[in-house]
């Protein structure tokens, strides 16, 4: 008779339930998870037990209280918590002792497992990355603190929304149970306990004190009381550590859960309500990773959604929410107090002249790592107005590093992460900007004012997550004095591979390409499909991820955009840009131009010859150049990238490959010859640029020094933009001819004289006589003339 009852309760409570919660699984797809498997949960929770058999019912996975054979043993159920519960409603779990089923079952011969695998599950209840004054939210939030029955009953109630089931990856019972009984028991609760000790870390962070007390851990450092004594002969040492302590309290986040709850619910309607779909890759890996290891977030910076959008994924993919570096130009009234209660901490441009604002702010830093909560910060210091990435600011990655040095319970990783726009919410204030306009300051009311964008469709966004660089080897590896530097650069390679390449994207590279910004539909689509074979053929030595669409479908879904225009002529539609989206059409391009860089260079040096190009030639060119647009485009380059580029032009007839490997571009009348003309005015833009510096430094008599050879290639390229209605803001950005004239002096290809004065090489005279194939003729005498 109690069997019966207790089999109609569980069901009564498993109905009830499931009519309450709204769980998310996270982390091993349930695809993923074995038929013959069995469930390992933290420890005795009936609500846990339902979830997951909930869960379970509706992806079509075992249930937990089903039966499992091992070998001649049949255990009735195919789940065991790890540690018993002691009893009572308001009785705290117990940690102390394991259950019987979970000893039972790993007691057994390891010959009786077969291939059965342990298959762990932990349930979070109401995630609280922070402690609160509020009673009612430690009551129903998921803690550090032990759980009772009567928290977790309010929990199903109030946090329904906000339920978290976890499944870790799987171990073969056989490999972790085996030998002795007593030590595989041992063995697998230690392996458990660990697992799920760190899996609460990467989804709710750690236990984390209240602010005030970590100011006052701040100020009492002594790295900043070295500081306050350094200055206590000009200043008394209380105002400065009153100043230290104002300086930490405007510095620090508050992060506040319910605030995080209520983002996280608006956020979800403003994305379905101005984006089309949100698409997240490569986070799992992530998210095993955070399991072991402090994550630094360190992506691209196109649009103040980045941070909204990263903390959202996270979110919903159960992950801890980053502690968020903010320019204090967003700390402002109404706004900043939100931000800073959904994570973010505040900092100055710059605090190079107040060493005790350093100190403290480097201490801030310290302490939130050395609590192992995850951090971000964009490594380009701010957003890129011309849709490239801007060379990284080493500022907080030198900290990061010196602090990793000092010492921290658990190593870094920093995790590069590419955002990818389809149409920018900020288009029109960069559009000003990139005519020449003043960078607007943000304020509240531009928040405001920008509310109208919910009315507008703003297509697709997709959020990639990078490769992740280990901090430890990097420091054991690296040069000291240029680590910072190094490392930057890495990161933006890492973002630049993972690029998004999506329809926006391929057009812009096309239609920019025209003289007139506009083009037939019929040779629209042969470049497009062009572009989409060239990426088809190297996706096996590339992460980027690119549209499905085809060239047809492509086309379409940007003229629904409204970024494409229809003109209706005899021979066939011509496709164009209005004025405003001409110009941001630059942005989009420069996203993903380094994607093509190679072959459109090879292109650019093979389409103007007369004769053919011997391949090793034409090699010798490509290692002579590329590195500069590699430089530019922050992208890597290795010899062999060249020979694999060569060989998908050649398959794809772009290339004409003659006996003793002389190469030669296909015939003028071909579709062949236009496609390749197409892809080579990819990279021209930067080539032209190039040789502007390249051209006054070769001048006769030159004797500019770098300061006036930015200055001066800067005036050209301004009046050449203007006399061959070059189309890209960017032609003339100071940021671009500083990284060339770095990566020349770097080189040795310009020697710097005593005087500090620029004096070139031979190197230079011998890219000058091989750019007059390449570039325009008119474009180098009009230079040559100035």
Known sequence: MLRPLKRLSYRTLRALVRMIVRPVTTGLPLTDVHQNCIYALPSRSLSDLLVLDIICARNGLPSPLSPIDLGDVREARRFFFLTRASQGLFAPTSMTSLSNRMVRITSYDETQFGNAQLQSVQLFWGRAPTRDRSFLRLLVSENWAVTSRLRRLFNMIVSRHDIVVHFGLPMQLSDVAAGEPARAVRRVARLLRVYFRNQRVATM????????????????????????????????????????????LTIASDMSYPTIRALASFLDWFWRRIYSGVTVNGIQEIARLAETHTIVYVPSHRSHVDYLLLSFCLYREGLMLPHIAAGDNLNLPVLGPVLRRGGAFFMRRSFRDDPLYAAVFSEYLYQVLRRGHSVEFFPEGGRSRTGRLLPPRTGLLKSTLEHAERGLPRPLAFVPVYFGYEKLIEATSYLDELRGGEKKRESVFEVFRSLGLIRQNYGCVE??????????????????????????????????????????????????????????YGRLKEQLECYLDLLKRDASEHS??????????????????????????????????????????????????????????????ILPRRKSLPKASLLRMVEVVYPFLAAELHTSFAPEDTHRWLTHMIDAGLVIEHVDEVLAPPPVTGYAHFNLHMLANLVMPSLERQYIVISLLAAPGSQLNRRHLQERSQQVARRMSRIFGLNSPEFFDQRLFNTFVDQLINRQVVLVREDKTLQSTPIIDDVLRASERIINPEFRHTILRD
Request: aromatic letters at 4%.
């Open 205 to 248: 962070g750690p236990d984390f004190s209240h602010r005030r007390t970590l100011v006052h851990q701040i100020v009492h450092s002594r790295a900043v009381q070295d500081v306050i004594e350094q200055q206590s002969n000009a200043t008394d040492v209380k105002k400065l550590t009153q100043r230290a302590r104002k300086s930490a």
């Open 463 to 520: 959020v990639n997550f990078a490769k992740p660089i280990l901090a430890d080897p990097w420091l054991h590896h690296t040069d000291e004095d240029t680590r910072a530097e190094q490392l930057g650069e890495l990161i933006l390679n890492h973002i630049n591979e993972r690029a998004s390449i999506n329809p926006v994207n391929l057009v812009a590279m096309v239609t920019l390409a025209t003289p007139k910004l506009a083009v037939e």
């Open 544 to 605: 980027f991820t690119v549209t499905g669409l085809n060239a047809d479908e492509i086309i379409s879904y940007v003229i629904d955009l409204g970024m494409l225009q229809t003109e209706k002529a005899e021979a066939g539609p011509v496709l164009s840009h209005d004025p405003f989206s001409a110009v941001m059409m630059t942005w989009y391009r420069n996203n993903t131009a380094h994607v093509l860089a190679m072959p459109s260079l090879i292109a650019c040096l």
